[in-house]
């Protein structure tokens, strides 16, 4: 009878935890907004789930996302074709309008998760309570003022609707820089920190070559000034024609680490003790490799750039920026890289400012930085 009723007891406990479990979430609001219309969600969606068929509220179908962490990343109204919306460069500024509709009928003012950044809202036509009566097949055109802002606009049968929505990661993300800061921190250690492969990485797939002696360079432009590149150096791969490698030995010491800083490509993993600067003027220590850091942003979906402050016999202090133009931030990051790093004989050091407005980024970025 005792055992009977400890395996009841057991049961009711382990229904209760079940019961009383949630998903993670990517930032706090979208948990306040789950919560505010009675989103049943399990514990465990997956990685990179989106889901437009299983929820809806008040009978509109909603549209749930989750990133490569299994984070519930979006919820929002479904106002936009799924196959379309997946890999639409425009992606962050449709999630928000989605969300934002949602929000405007179910939470009050005091908890709307943009409500400190209402003013990068404004609608030149049409309203918000409008926004719920599109449909995926209703025709709308984006038009996009790089790192400034988003024009949207969609004929309805109701009328005109037209939506301005600034560049703004804390708008489009829905969180405020202080938990982006939290966010940066979390997910950066848990990235995975793999090494990635030598072939050429296909954000320079398109990119202009040239080749001088046995090394072949793949440009991918410049940031900020022309000292400032995302330049790769590469070698043909004697053995598949057509195909370059990534140099990453110790004969071409300064190409090597260029490729390293820029794809986090090497023969080891690289430990990076890094210092986040964060708001508040507070510091943060973390521990984490070079490989997490570069695929933590290349998985973001930003571009990384490279400049060269200084270099000695032995080391080189350098500056790298993360840039995201759709979003219009920029992670910087100073860094102190010994060349003894491509052997295995020291770590790189470095302080990341995270999620700065890409309209504050200036070149003082790169001569200021220690």
């Not at 919560?35 to 909603?62: E, F, K």
């Not at 949602?102 to 990068?120: G, H």
């Not at 990235?191 to 080749?211: Q, V």
């Not at 590469?234 to 030995?249: C, K």
Request: charged share 25%; net charge negative; with cysteine.
């Amino acid at each position: 009878m005792m055992l009977r009723r400890c395996c009841t007891a057991l049961l009711l406990a382990a229904f209760v935890l079940c019961a009383d479990a949630v998903p993670s979430f990517q930032v706090s609001g979208l948990e306040v907004l789950a919560r505010r219309i009675g989103l049943a969600l399990p514990d465990t969606l997956g990685v990179r789930v989106d889901n437009d068929s299983t929820w809806s509220y008040c009978g509109q179908a909603l549209r749930i996302r989750t990133n490569d962490f299994g984070d519930v990343s979006h919820i929002g109204y479904k106002l936009f074709d799924t196959s379309w919306a997946a890999v639409s460069e425009s992606r962050y500024l449709l999630d928000f309008v989605e969300r934002y509709a949602l929000e405007e009928d179910v939470l009050p003012e005091s908890d709307k998760t943009e409500a400190t950044s209402r003013k990068a809202v404004s609608f030149k036509s049409g309203n918000a309570s409008l926004l719920k009566t599109l449909t995926p097949s209703t025709p709308f055109r984006i038009s996009e003022e790089e790192r400034r802002g988003y024009l949207i606009e969609w004929e309805a049968g109701g009328g005109k609707v037209s939506l301005q929505v600034q560049a703004d990661c804390q708008t489009l993300l829905g969180a405020d820089l202080v938990e982006l800061e939290e966010m940066f921190e979390r997910d950066v250690c848990r990235t995975s920190s793999e090494l990635p492969g030598d072939s050429l990485p296909e954000a320079w797939r398109d990119c202009t070559f040239s080749t001088s002696e046995s090394v072949s360079v793949a440009d991918g432009g410049t940031f900020l000034n022309e000292q400032i590149r995302s330049r790769l150096y590469l070698h043909r791969d004697s053995t598949v024609d057509g195909a370059y490698r990534l140099l990453t030995d110790e004969a071409h010491p300064w190409q090597a680490l260029n490729n390293l800083l820029l794809t986090g490509c090497a023969h080891r993993i690289v430990p990076l003790y890094l210092t986040l600067d964060k708001y508040g003027n507070i510091k943060k220590d973390l521990t984490l490799t070079l490989q997490q850091f570069v695929r933590y942003c290349t998985l973001a979906g930003c571009k990384l750039y490279l400049g060269v402050k200084e270099r000695t016999e032995s080391e080189v202090f350098a500056t790298l920026f993360a840039v995201h133009t759709k979003l219009a931030y920029c992670h910087t990051v100073s860094l102190r890289v010994p060349f003894g790093t491509l052997s295995g004989d020291g770590v790189v050091r470095g302080t990341i400012y995270a999620f700065t407005p890409l309209q504050n980024v200036t070149e003082k970025f790169f001569i200021t930085n220690s």
